[in-house]
């Protein structure tokens, strides 16, 4: 199943996926661009001078507005400063699932995107039992999937270009081919085992650098794509064979990997790239939201400027 990975709205019109994904360096982006001035404003308005309310305002406005166009789930993500709070993280998902309420969205419609640190693991395994759904991201190591897994998370993204990115600069290569790709083979992995074992664990594959990589993913439970992709592959001729299947998966000899909290944090420090690439993200994340604060901020009206 096709996501659209973007904070562009017309594109979500366009190709009408079943969900959409979006992320603060994609909403950066897409409230910088003039033809949603209107989402700023209203939100800002909303907002009536609270930082943290503006940004909230902010992100389920564009979430509200991509659901117009698709039929299935929105994800926003919560705020990276939180990526090690579970408290933090609990009451932040909880305030963004009231605003989509207040806005007549229910969370049936809603995934709150968390970072996969053990605190995140931890905090969504909460709000599932709460009814609030999640999508749990910055995925890149097998350890982050099976502790994901075990929370009874509704919906895992690990990242496949980002491996791939990291990777290719360990190597100093310029590209890496595809039946050696460590991203795809992150992602295949972690399919065989949620299907093995049964686990209700959705998997989508994100963060792709080439179709490629889309396409050696084919079957798996929904990947999430930037418009630019989608586009190229709607010019590429030919049909994509499943890749991935459930009796597949069901055939790999695997062993369930047991994992507490030292077990997990053993095996995800034993794993390097997932280390730079999970605190990377965060720090990205981050600081793309306080670009996107600053612009806001800087078009607020005089006197109800925010921090
Ligand atoms: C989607 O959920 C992810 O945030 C996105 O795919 C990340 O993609 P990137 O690695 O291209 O930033």
Request: charged share 25%; hydrophobic share 45%.
């Amino acid at each position: 199943m096709v996501v659209a990975d973007t904070g562009d709205i017309d594109a979500i019109a366009r190709w009408k996926p079943q969900d959409a994904t979006t992320n603060p360096s994609l909403l950066l982006a897409a409230a910088q661009d003039p033809r949603y001035r209107h989402l700023v404003d209203g939100a800002s308005q909303r907002a009536a001078g609270d930082a943290e309310a503006l940004m909230e305002e902010l992100f389920v406005a564009f979430g509200c507005e991509i659901l117009k166009h698709i039929a299935g789930r929105v994800s926003t993500e919560v705020d990276a400063r939180l990526s090690f709070d579970r408290e933090g993280t609990l009451r932040k998902a909880r305030r963004l699932v009231r605003r989509y309420e207040t806005a007549g969205v229910g969370r049936d419609r809603v995934l709150i995107k968390v970072a996969s640190t053990w605190e995140g693991i931890r905090a969504a395994e909460q709000l599932e039992r709460e009814g609030i759904h999640c999508n749990l991201t910055l995925l890149f190591s097998f350890a982050q999937a099976v502790a994901c897994a075990d929370a009874g998370v509704t919906l895992i993204s690990p990242f496949v270009g980002r491996i791939y990115d990291w990777h290719r600069a360990a190597r100093k290569v310029e590209d890496i081919p595809l039946a050696e790709d460590p991203g795809v083979a992150s992602v295949t992995r972690i399919y065989r085992y949620y299907k093995k074992f049964g686990y209700a664990t959705q998997v989508m594959g994100a963060s792709f650098r080439k179709t490629g990589q889309i396409v050696e993913l084919a079957g798996c439970d929904l990947l999430t794509i930037a418009p630019d992709l989608l586009e190229q592959l709607a010019r590429a001729a030919g049909e994509v064979p499943r890749r991935l299947s459930v009796a597949d998966a069901q055939a790999q000899p695997l062993e369930r990997v047991p994992l507490d909290e030292a077990a997990y944090r053993w095996l995800h420090n034993d794993d390097a790239m997932a280390v730079e690439k999970l605190s990377d993200g965060i720090r990205r994340f981050h600081a793309d939201a306080q670009k996107l604060a600053q612009f806001v901020g800087s078009l607020a009206p005089a006197g109800r400027r925010v921090a």
